[in-house]
């Protein structure tokens, strides 16, 4: 298990832990384990036993020091502490957030036996850029890269759509405003097979080493895989 699967799994059940962190059951405060289900506690013990991770040893010497009532550990206060560990917790969070949303529009700018870029809104509002950077001959899953822009790019954006042929003019502005937001928090990465209306799609947020730089019109001998 990769660590972004795991804190996906863990961070939720992190979360329940501490708001309950008040209930003591005889000595037994419930620990993030205790809200995750069989599959997940195995996929949890997996992680555990092929990674070390400091902030998970921090997190158990809270939730026992907490069932034990002590006021403080290793010196630290104990609220201090859990506040401490919580703003970990938050960080972590946001590194390793999936945004889970439904596709309500989707534009086509460029086709080639499948959608190469387009742009997209979701039911909550956000707005996309996508562009497909690579396909799977064989399993047919597409990674498409998607850079976040505002409601009046994506208007922008839609009414070039409504022509027959994009004009170099065109291509040169859909290059400004990619440049113009391809940066670390606003990009994300999407595994699919198939763009539709309707479907319900998790983006995984990028990280620094994802960041690439794309030309439009994209050339696609780079896009396929075996």
């Known amino acids: 298990m990769e660590k972004e699967d795991f804190y996906t799994i863990y961070i939720p059940a992190l979360e329940k832990a501490f708001q309950n962190d008040s209930i003591n059951l005889g000595f037994y405060v419930k ?8 599959e997940a506690i195995s996929q949890v013990d997996q992680y555990l036993k092929q990674y070390e991770d400091q902030f998970l040893e921090r997190t158990a010497c809270y939730f026992d020091a907490k069932s034990h009532g002590f006021p403080s ?36 700018l460029d086709w080639y036996d499948d959608i190469i870029t387009s742009i997209i809104s979701f039911e909550n509002g956000e707005f996309y850029l996508l562009n497909c950077i690579q396909k799977h001959s064989i399993i047919e899953d597409k990674t498409y890269y998607c850079v976040k822009i505002d ?45 539709l209306v309707g ?19 994209f050339d696609i ?6």
């Open 199 to 217: 479907t319900d799609v998790v983006l995984d947020k990028a990280k620094n080493l994802d960041i690439i730089h794309i030309k439009f019109p």
């Open 73 to 108: 550990i290793q010196g630290v206060d104990i609220d201090l502490y859990k506040s401490k560990l919580m703003d970990e917790m938050n960080v972590l969070k946001k590194e390793y957030s999936r945004s889970k949303m439904i596709i309500s529009q989707l534009l086509i």
């Open 151 to 195: 409601a009046a790019t994506f208007k922008q954006i839609e009414n070039i759509t409504e022509k027959k042929n994009f004009t170099a003019g065109d291509w040169d502005m859909i290059n400004l405003i990619f440049e113009k937001n391809n940066k670390n928090d606003h990009i994300f990465l999407l595994k699919i097979k198939s763009l």
């Open 31 to 38: 620990s993030p384990e205790d809200y995750l289900d069989d």
């Open 221 to 226: 001998s780079t896009l396929y895989m075996g």
